[in-house]
Nanobody, 125 residues
């Protein structure tokens, strides 16, 4: 399975970006998908996750109300709509395919087995 994250770029604070995560070699359908990010010099952290059906979503407190995760199982793509971006959102964003279809109440990177290469989001102040 290969995951391709795209949509990153440079945006001013308050702006928006939409990231996409497309899978090849295996369908997303039936599995949860998560977004994580890693800022320079920091550990990778959870951002958002969505269950196989899209009926369950989980967000980090730092992005609640600003980011929205969604999926299109026909297109085999998961999206992360990011609004009201802040400089502290600057990071490389990764998507990952879970082992299961459900979303854990307490996110754990070990719940995900396939990872994309990441896309850089830079938010200027």
């Amino acid at each position: 399975v290969q995951l391709q994250a795209s949509g990153g770029g440079l945006v001013q604070a308050g702006g928006s970006l939409r990231l996409s995560c497309a899978a090849s070699g295996r369908t997303f359908s039936g599995y949860a998908v998560g977004w994580f990010r890693q800022a320079l010099g920091k550990e990778r952290e959870f951002v958002a996750a969505i269950s196989w059906s899209g009926g369950s979503r989980n967000y980090a407190d730092s992005v609640k109300g600003r980011f929205t995760i969604s999926r299109d199982n026909i297109k085999n793509t998961v999206y992360l709509q990011m609004n009201s971006l802040k400089p502290e959102d600057t990071a490389v964003y990764y998507c990952a395919l879970g082992y299961r279809g459900t979303v854990a109440i307490v996110p754990n990177q070990n719940d995900y087995r396939y990872w994309g290469q990441g896309t850089l989001v830079t938010v200027s102040s």
